[in-house]
């Protein structure tokens, strides 16, 4: 062998014995990333504003043939009260929790407990709301819903979304663990599921501002956002970032929060690459949503505020859908013409 294949050699093999006795490993790259999973969810499941959710709404409560689990912010609509009194009657396990501190649910709790409904209050501190908006039927489809059931919450700008796969078997689990929370008897929810994985990600509490950051984090082109309020400063500077690496963040919120939270949108558009456009006033903006680059989005139950995230019972949900997405990007860009800068 010459002598300088010999030394080459040599030192290849003096480098390796080095590296392994530091402690060192070589890393080889994957040839192939692996993809990331998306969700079977059909824009179908999805439903824009009041006729669409509230009719969906009846028809899922109507079909019920052994369980309705419910979790509502506020609820005093008549037609779905007398709704679940019948369904109730009819031998159906009818359970229902509701935040304590909301006006309409006082005389609805007192009407579906006269009537032997099970029904509790969310058992939350002074000052925190639960705004988990669930309608889960027979433990196999679920309602993730954007509107309070009261006349205003049907008639704001919003979406439900309907699961149907492993999620709405989530949701079952996550409402048993609130209502174990409420009157510590669990529910007879099954450990496992045998519906279809369909890659959706429910989150609870401090776990929704995680998920909304981790989505807008791994954004490539655009964020598009609709809230009626985002002041949440860890939520703020990730959009400022993201907008900085060159993301298409677009903004609609409230016309209200113009003078409410004039800072934090000061802070927005001072870096000179987010759009923030103003929902008319004529209609209320319920709708709390982030389509990430056009293919997944998350909707969450409430305003991106610290106070929300911090202290108040929330749920978000997060779905890696493109087709789903194609939707919402529509209603999206129709939102954005008719909102003013």
């Known amino acids: 062998m010459p002598k300088r294949s010999f030394y080459l050699i040599t030192s290849f093999f003096l480098l390796l014995s080095l590296l392994f006795l530091n ?16 969700s079977s969810l ?38 779905l009260i007398q709704l679940l009194l019948d369904k109730s009657h009819a031998g159906l396990d009818v359970r229902i929790l509701l935040d304590q501190w909301q006006k309409p649910n006082w005389a ?11 029904v509790q209050y969310y058992p939350a501190q002074k000052g925190q709301s639960d705004h988990a908006k ?60 045998t519906l ?23 954004s490539t082109k655009s964020i598009w956002i609709e809230n009626s309020e985002i002041t949440e400063p860890d939520v703020v500077q990730a959009l400022l970032d993201a907008a900085g690496k060159g993301r298409d963040v677009r903004i609609i919120v409230d016309s209200s929060v113009a003078t409410q939270t004039p800072v934090t949108l000061e ?5 000179g690459k987010i759009t923030i456009r103003y929902y008319p006033q004529q209609t209320s903006l319920g ?24 202290v108040d019972h929330e749920l978000s949900i997060t779905v890696p859908s493109p087709a789903a997405s194609a939707k919402l990007t529509q209603m999206f860009q129709q939102d954005w013409e008719k909102s003013k800068p």
Request: net charge negative; with cysteine; charged share 20%.
């Open 23 to 38: 402690g060192c490993t070589i890393k080889v790259p994957k040839p192939f990333a692996k993809p990331a999973p998306t």
């Open 42 to 79: 059909s824009p179908e499941a999805l439903f824009l504003d009041n006729d669409a959710i509230y009719n969906r709404t009846l028809s899922l409560i109507q079909a019920a043939q052994s369980s309705i689990y419910i979790e509502q912010f506020e609820f005093d609509d008549p037609r």
């Open 108 to 118: 609805t709790l007192d009407q579906l407990k006269s009537q032997n409904v099970s």
């Open 134 to 193: 669930l309608l889960i039927v027979d433990q196999d489809k679920a309602l993730i819903s954007g509107p309070s059931w009261t006349a205003k919450g049907f008639q704001a700008h919003d979406l439900a979304i309907e699961l149907s796969g492993k999620s709405a078997w989530k949701a079952a689990s996550l409402y048993s663990k609130d209502w174990e929370f409420t009157t510590t008897f669990p529910l007879n929810v099954p450990k496992t599921t």
């Open 196 to 218: 279809p994985e369909d890659n959706i990600t429910l989150a609870t509490n401090a776990n929704v501002k995680q998920q909304l950051l981790e989505q807008i984090s791994s």
């Open 267 to 271: 802070k927005l558009k001072a870096s």
């Open 287 to 310: 709708i709390r949503l982030a389509i990430i680059d056009g293919s997944s989005f998350l909707m969450s139950s409430s305003e991106w505020t610290r106070y929300c995230f911090v």
